[in-house]
């Protein structure tokens, strides 16, 4: 065994009982070489069942020949191939959108107890770093690649972080492999290939150990990183006590215990529990962070962010994302109330106690509803929902009952409904906020 087939099956021992090993198979020089030594390892050890799988972005001509050579390589090393077509969308950034597109498809691939292997190595994570150095990254950002992390119900590696370039290119050489070239990755308009081809030679030609040396910072960012998600677990736990809605199945966190940290912590808290839901904000866009949390009690901000929208309200910040962002509208006719009646975009209704009698529909709220209640007369249902301190982002979507057009019940708030034995029982199951979760 040579000694980079010896640092690889080490770095894979913790994941030796996974399900399976599934290789990012590119056709290029490094993934080949890592398919190359996986296939030669799993002939004298006993490893999870071993296999490819091949992104067509479609961007190029000369792709649509790469499937093919891929195809001819792990046959011959007995290694069944998976070939997936991706829709790459138009956007400022084409490397960023084929990267999002590529890790997409590999995340739904992944299943539980599933493992995804790729080749980057040692050159990548330095050239990684510089350019999110001259980006202005944190220390999240500056931690560069892991060596692993969460990909769709299982889990990617990157086994080769340890390895520079010229290892992988040594041991092509001397097992005679042939590989595809992307003419891509010799146009310098592209910033990672400026970086390569450009500025990683000077810097290496002045400082040979540059490369190590900047993965060796890029480990201890990380590890720094890991100190601050340790802190921002502590904080947040103080802030996650449950909230006077327990049916508002929204992430949400209380106020107070955010307000009394500082303004690092707060923006590292919330850097935290965001990262769950999609793109966190750059260090100019979190002025509006600052605007949320300082508006006073009769505001209802909002801040806004890629994937969502952060608000306050009943003393806690709220996100919400996918059908929450979207308005609702119109009259749906309720025909069997003994039934749940699915709400679109907006959840369902049911009652699971008394059934009115008549013709009863849902409506929403248009401004200047009344309600009769039971020893008060008529009311301004705008009234009676500040009385009752429901969320502001709540209200335009809450399914009103109406019987004809009179209104009976308001969903979810027992103590707004026109029956004098104690209200119909309305039910609203509303939606999750379920989109952006990373």
Known sequence: MNAL?????????PWR???????????GLDSTVLLHLLAGLAQHHRLPPLSAVHIHHGLQAAADAWPEHCQAFCDALGVPLQVLRVQVPAGASLERAAREARYGAFARLTASGEVLLTAQHRDD?????????LRGAGVRGLSAMPSERPLGDGQLLRPLLDVSRAELQCYAAEHQLSWVEDP???DHQ???????HQVMPAITARWPQAALSMSRSAAHLNEAQGLLDELAIMDLDAARGASVWP??????????PLQSLSGARQRNALSHWLSRFGRLPDTDHWRGWDSLRDAGAEGRPVWRLADGELHRAAGRVWWLSGSWLQ???GRLQWLDPQKPLHLPG?????FPGPVPTGSLHIRYRQGGEIMHLAGRGHRDLKRLLNESGLPGFVRGRLPLLYQDDRLLAVANLPALATNPQGGWPLQWLPPTSDQGLS
């Open 5 to 13: 087939s010896a640092k690889l099956l080490h770095s894979l021992a």
């Open 190 to 196: 592209y910033s990672r290939n400026y970086l390569r």
């Open 125 to 133: 994570q330095a050239e990684t770093l510089l350019f999110r150095l």
């Open 247 to 256: 049916w508002l199945d929204l992430p949400s966190l209380a106020l107070a």
């Open 17 to 27: 009982d996974s399900r399976s090993w599934r290789v990012a198979f590119s056709g």
């Open 346 to 350: 907006n959840g369902q209704v049911s």
């Open 184 to 186: 891509s990755n010799a």
């Open 327 to 329: 308005p609702v509208d």
